[in-house]
């Protein structure tokens, strides 16, 4: 959590200004979206001088895309932990994942996927929106790597049912606010799995 106060950028030291700044637009972009949050809301939620911000972030796509930096590496490493914790079958795996989506929607501040939020809001073609494509297709080669573990017959269309089942999961979980939704994802995953990965 970001410190609240006015300290003045003189006083912060730089490595700590730039986590600040990063931590609140970290919670301000997925509460409120990245075009819901000004600059200046940053600047004054964050304690630091805007001269601050613009010397770590020139503009605001920049800070969006070390948002959405950071996002991934948490989301990543959740579904990688998901699978893990499945145990060593691939085939488990690629159902164990799904775990990371029903708990994260059971999370009180839980707002969608902050990729597909980033994407609606976004130009395409701009460097938030490629961000975005970046962060959806390294999930989607991740997902493929398992399912040729796991043998599947056809790994990439495996790969592109299981990350689209995961994202209308996330989609689902913050229409209804309901987190049966990725349990429901979750059992088809097994369905699809055992559908693609016949001995």
Excluded at 17 to 35: C, K, M, P
Excluded at 144 to 156: F, I, S, T, V, W
Aim: charge should be negative; charged fraction near 20%; aromatic fraction near 6%.
């Amino acid at each position: 959590m970001a410190p609240s106060g006015g300290e003045s950028a003189t006083a912060t030291p730089r490595g700590e200004a730039r986590e600040r700044i990063l931590d609140t637009a970290f919670r301000l972009f997925y509460a409120h979206g990245v075009r819901g949050v000004g600059v200046d809301t940053i600047v004054a939620s964050s304690g630091v001088a805007k001269a601050t911000l613009y010397k770590h972030f020139p503009g605001k796509d920049d800070l969006a895309v070390a948002y959405l930096d950071r996002v991934d590496g948490l989301w990543r490493g959740q579904l990688q932990a998901a699978a893990t914790a499945a145990g060593p079958s691939p085939r488990a795996q690629l159902v164990g994942m799904f775990d990371a989506l029903v708990a994260a929607c059971q999370q009180d501040d839980y707002h969608g996927c902050a990729f597909i939020n980033a994407a609606a809001e976004s130009v395409p073609g701009s460097s938030v929106h490629l961000r975005a494509v970046e962060h959806k297709a390294a999930v989607r080669a991740w997902v493929r790597d398992m399912a040729e573990q796991a043998h599947a017959h056809d790994p990439d269309a495996l790969a592109r049912a299981l990350t689209l089942l995961l994202d209308g999961g996330l989609a689902e979980g913050v229409l209804d606010g309901d987190p049966s939704a990725a349990w429901a994802a979750r059992e088809a995953a097994v369905d699809l799995v055992e559908k693609h990965c016949r001995s």
